[in-house]
């Protein structure tokens, strides 16, 4: 395998392509595909940061339980990137902390 080939690049379907907007910046996501797969796929990696100390945090158990990948998705703060599917123009902010939904 060459430098930089995707270790699955032969042999998965993916879904119709379409664009999501994660801080400002418009990246590839594919229908069926959580916003933390599509994160990862586009090599980001952290998606908060903890409350006193700031540090980053990002996919980790991949099934809910941990709460580490929350983002705030179209406005809602502490959705959980792993389990929220992508879709066309949803608007992700990288969360700094724990938000009180209701402030």
């Keep these: 395998m060459s430098r930089g080939e ?4 032969r042999g998965v379907e993916r879904g ?3 664009e999501i907007e994660v801080d400002g910046k418009k990246i ?13 796929a586009a090599g980001r990696r952290t998606l908060r940061f903890t409350n006193k100390l700031e ?17 705030t998705v179209d406005g809602i703060p502490n959705t959980q990137a ?6 066309p123009g949803c608007r992700i902010e990288t969360q700094k902390s724990f938000k009180n939904r209701e402030a």
């Design 6 to 9: 995707r270790i699955f690049s």
């Design 16 to 18: 119709k392509p379409f």
């Design 28 to 40: 590839v996501a594919y229908e069926g595909e959580t916003i933390g797969a599509a994160l990862l």
């Design 55 to 71: 540090q980053p945090r990002g996919l980790y158990c991949g099934i809910g339980l941990c709460q580490e990948c929350r983002m």
């Design 82 to 87: 792993c389990q929220t599917l992508a879709t």
